[in-house]
């Protein structure tokens, strides 16, 4: 059981690192503010949709615990408009990456999958 949970933390932390490495090097001196507001928005949202898909796996899978899904679909829910929110921003705006709100609202998401992945 301790492995599991370190497993799926050591997951979480993972990604966020992930997350903010690749917001980190997209920010670089070669790339365009266009570009760098773009695909840091991009590894946002697929940060989010990668654990959404994973939990509709599990989901159909039926190995989800009844208690996970409608906790994750609301932090989807949060998700959503505030990442939309922030490409429609990005079209206008390019001084910045993706907002702080929205990576925090998509490491929730990514949070809530991995508490409720199953222990192998």
């Known amino acids: 059981m301790k492995y599991t ?12 690192a992930g997350l903010w490495i690749t917001i980190v090097a997209l920010s670089g001196c070669g790339s365009t503010p266009k ?18 898909r994973t939990a509709a796996d599990y989901q159909v899978a039926g190995k989800l615990a009844p208690e996970a899904w409608p906790q994750i679909a609301a932090a989807h829910d949060k998700f959503t408009p505030a990442y939309g929110a922030a490409v429609a921003a990005a079209r206008f705006d390019y001084t910045q990456p993706a907002s702080t709100t929205v990576i925090v609202l998509a490491q929730i998401v990514a949070d809530l999958v991995t508490a409720y992945l199953p222990a192998k």
Do not use: P, R
């Open 5 to 16: 949970i370190f497993k799926n933390y050591a997951f979480s932390a993972l990604a966020a």
């Open 35 to 52: 570009t760098i507001a773009y695909k840091s928005l991009a590894s946002v949202g697929e940060t989010e949709a990668a654990a959404m």
